[in-house]
């Protein structure tokens, strides 16, 4: 049998069952609960479907633009942007012109400005 896609309604919580044999976890059900987290679709493959016992939500959970997933202490994924980075000295040239001081920082101003900055090329702008 082919795989199919069926998107479900999102379901978050500390411990996510997900549909698929690809999944590892640490445990089984033998009554799948499919679920979609986030952006994420999961196939299944006909009868050989099982759940897994996913305990890490962050594993699971896509954070756009250089943002970092956090478990909050309910158990739920949340995409954050640093608040700090390194303070390693290698520059980079964003593709917005802007030096900044590594590519954390870059990522960083990405993610709290909401914008895609890509690096134009290493060392200073200009």
């Known amino acids: 049998m082919g795989a199919s896609c069926i998107s479900y309604p999102k379901e978050l919580s500390s411990s996510h069952f997900l549909l698929g044999q690809h999944l590892l976890g640490i445990g089984t059900s033998p009554h799948p609960r499919p679920t ?5 679709d999961y196939c299944g493959a006909g009868e050989h479907n099982f759940c897994s016992l996913i305990t890490e939500p962050c594993e699971v959970t896509p954070c756009p633009l250089g943002a970092e ?15 700090t980075c390194p303070k390693e000295q290698a520059h980079v040239c964003g593709t917005d012109g802007v030096t900044y001081h590594n590519l954390c920082e870059l990522r960083r101003s990405a993610c ?3 914008s895609h900055i890509g690096v134009q090329y290493p060392g200073s702008c200009g």
Do not use: E, I, K
Not at 36 to 40: D, P, S
Not at 70 to 78: C, K, L, N
């Open 69 to 83: 997933c956090h478990v909050t202490q309910a158990g739920r994924p949340v995409c954050r942007c640093r608040d």
């Open 112 to 114: 709290v400005n909401v």
């Open 36 to 40: 979609r987290l986030g952006y994420l």
